[in-house]
């Protein structure tokens, strides 16, 4: 049993279940993010957590007891919106300390409290002035601070970052982490956003169409996709999902896949070897960017690496690597090369599988097999 | 810059200022004749500034003329108004902004249907409801009274400000409310704490509309007041319309000069905030 239970629940309005059969255990100082496309279900799933949404059927244990039917300001949890949801009408002071002065907290300790979180998050010279007259990055930082006033069990994080540019949004994310650190106070933590999903995690909760695909830690979930899904939404650029043959070439389990001019190519595929009931059948090869480089790039550890030279489609360089395309199984497939390789667009180049990194899955179930 | 004066601008200054007298007026008129002494009206002088100023139809309008069974002036109805209209305005007001919240972030099966049905009492005449209105006063013991007539116009109000709340209070962030709700704060902490003091526009827009129409409301004052408790515009119909004596134009024309200035000062004072709070009402909405 966790520190915070997710036990069977669900979530539908009338007739439409917006949440299937969900199970999570959160152990005490983990951070856990759940992650997917808008309508997933993830931010139903974190406002049962907070009770500002009846849980449908299952129970939301937190430290073990059972809080479906708790208020939220009694479920020791805190949680900052996606809006900040500043009070426009109170000064920064204010809006930190309302939530402690609702709980009777008594002024001397709030004052100590207020000024020991505008410390840590380096807000106390805006102590006196009112959310509009912040910049987005400041509110974000008012928004942890009422947070933090009380110690939570559970932190409940909803989009923090996904209003704020993209420069600040990086700088924000570390500081999360470090709070994280510094703290070791349980997060669940909800975004849109993969990378901020593997940057800020110890574990991941991929979901999609109110089911929660894949759970695991974020090496697990960008090695081992369970499914097609968490393969194309975890990466970026996405694990290329390239249709292919699989079949048994002088004992050696091979991926075939088919070139523009008709041709196949096969890469010796070890991780497929118990998968004999396949042969000779479609499947779908995953094959992430960065397993699919230049022979100098790639990883020489590596236990199935296969060299072939291919015609490059397009090369696109992106200052810290250049990606280059072509076409393999029908489809525009991305290989991640050093930033100054030698390939050109209408030439062949010679590209290193990394074998050993590339997955299978079944293309009718979209499961992962191998 | 300077724009030329071609001859369609000056023909279209003239025109404006055509409209400007014309619209003014009346407004001179008024004013112009309570400042003189009767015979100056009388002798046909109606248009012309006064010739001998007089502050005494001015006096005698607001503490000596006859209105009711005693010469009493304007005065004591100019309060019964002003005791009237304050708690009206006050608790429509309030109510108003309470329906508005619960109607929109306290959502409940059927919601949208009670909002419908008082919506629905913007558009019941006035006239309808007199015979039940007048029964429903007597029942509660407030019939003639300066409170009936409160409870009279806080009815009929509710409908509009709870349409201004509502739209209002559509606009504003439910995050606010579901983070003051995690913060602890209960139903009516939340609305005295969060909502309230973000509701400025939206209740200035709200006073003003009732204020203006409480004040100059005569068909509720003349139905359901008694003489001691009528409203300044049912006492100045009875000023106008005494049959006994001389018409005291000049009286009259400073009594209606006071039965309107209140309007006017709360359009003066919270004008400006009228704009801007149908616009903060319309944008976002």
Redesign the interface.
């Known amino acids: 049993m966790g520190f915070l239970d997710i036990d069977n629940v669900t979530k539908s309005y009338g007739s439409v279940q917006v949440l299937n059969s969900t199970q999570i255990e959160v152990e005490e100082g983990e951070f856990l993010v759940l992650v997917g496309p808008s309508g997933c279900g993830k931010s139903t799933l974190l406002n049962m957590i907070a009770g500002l949404e009846k849980v449908s059927d299952g129970e939301i244990r937190i430290n073990g007891t059972r809080v479906n039917e708790v208020r939220p300001a009694d479920r020791n949890i805190a949680m900052v919106f996606q809006s900040y949801a500043l009070y426009p009408n109170m000064t920064v002071r204010g809006n930190i300390s309302f939530g402690m002065e609702m709980h009777g907290v008594p002024k001397p300790e709030r004052e100590a409290k207020i000024a020991e979180v505008a410390e840590l998050l380096q807000i106390t010279h805006l102590l006196d002035r009112k959310p509009g007259q912040l910049s987005g990055g400041q509110r974000q930082r008012v928004a942890m601070g009422r947070a933090l006033t009380r110690y939570p069990d559970v932190f409940l994080f909803d989009e923090p970052l996904s209003n704020l540019d993209a420069k600040l949004r990086v700088d924000m994310r570390t500081e999360i982490k470090k709070l994280h650190q510094k703290l070791g106070t349980t997060i669940v933590y909800v975004t849109h956003d993969q990378i901020e999903a593997l940057t800020l995690s110890t574990r991941i909760a991929v979901m999609f169409g109110g089911d929660v695909q894949q759970l695991g830690t974020p090496q697990e979930i960008y090695d081992n996709p369970a499914n097609m899904f968490v393969a194309g939404f975890m990466g970026s650029p996405a694990m290329n999902l390239l249709p292919a043959r699989l079949l048994r070439q002088d004992g050696v389990m091979c991926a075939g896949l088919k070139l523009a001019d008709g041709s196949e190519v096969l890469l010796p595929f070890p991780r497929a070897e118990g998968l004999d009931r396949y042969a000779g059948r479609e499947i779908v090869l995953g094959i992430r960017p960065e397993a699919m480089t230049d022979p100098e790039g790639a990883d020489r550890d590596s236990p199935a690496l296969a060299q072939v030279d291919l015609p490059v489609d397009v090369v696109e360089p992106a200052g810290s690597d250049t990606f280059v395309t072509v076409s393999l199984g029908g489809r525009d497939a991305i290989g991640r090369f050093r930033a100054h390789t030698q390939a050109r667009a209408g030439h062949p180049a010679r590209f290193a599988f990394d074998m050993a990194k590339a997955v299978a899955f079944d293309p009718k179930t979209e499961a992962r097999l191998a | 810059m300077s724009i030329p004066l071609s001859f369609g601008r000056i023909s279209l200054y003239l025109l404006l200022g055509l409209f400007c007298i014309y619209y003014l007026l009346p407004l001179y008129v008024m004013v112009a004749n309570s400042l003189k002494p009767l015979d100056e009206i009388t002798s046909g002088g109606m248009m012309a500034l006064p010739s001998d100023w007089t502050l005494a139809p001015w006096r005698s309008a607001w503490s000596e003329a006859q209105v009711g069974v005693e010469a009493t002036g304007l005065r004591p109805y100019f309060t019964n108004s002003l005791v009237m209209v304050v708690p009206a305005v006050m608790i429509t007001t309030l109510m108003g902004a309470l329906n508005g919240y619960v109607l929109t972030k306290w959502r409940f099966r059927g919601d949208t249907l009670i909002f419908g049905l008082i919506l629905f009492g913007c558009f019941i005449p006035f006239q309808i409801v007199l015979i039940p209105m007048a029964r429903t006063l007597g029942l509660l013991g407030l019939s003639g009274t300066v409170p009936g007539l409160v409870f009279v116009h806080v009815i009929y109000g509710i409908s509009f400000s709870t349409l201004y709340f509502r739209n209002y209070y559509a606009a504003f962030?439910t995050?606010?409310v579901?983070?003051?709700?995690?913060?602890?704060?209960g139903f009516f902490?939340i609305f005295r704490?969060?909502l309230l003091?973000?509701s400025g526009p939206i209740a200035v827009v709200c006073v003003i509309w009732l204020f203006t129409n409480i004040w100059n409301d005569f068909l509720f004052g003349a139905s359901f007041s008694d003489f001691d408790s009528q409203p300044m515009t049912v006492a100045l119909n009875n000023l106008v319309q005494s049959s006994t004596g001389v018409k005291e134009y000049n009286v009259h024309f400073a009594g209606a000069i006071m039965a309107a200035l209140p309007t006017l000062f709360v359009y003066v004072v919270a004008g400006r905030f009228f704009v801007r709070g149908l616009m903060t009402g319309s944008v976002k909405g």
């Not at chain 2, 579901?178 to 704060?185: K, L, S, V, Y």
């Open positions: 962030p995050e606010l579901r983070a003051a709700e995690i913060d602890g704060a902490t704490r969060i003091p973000n």
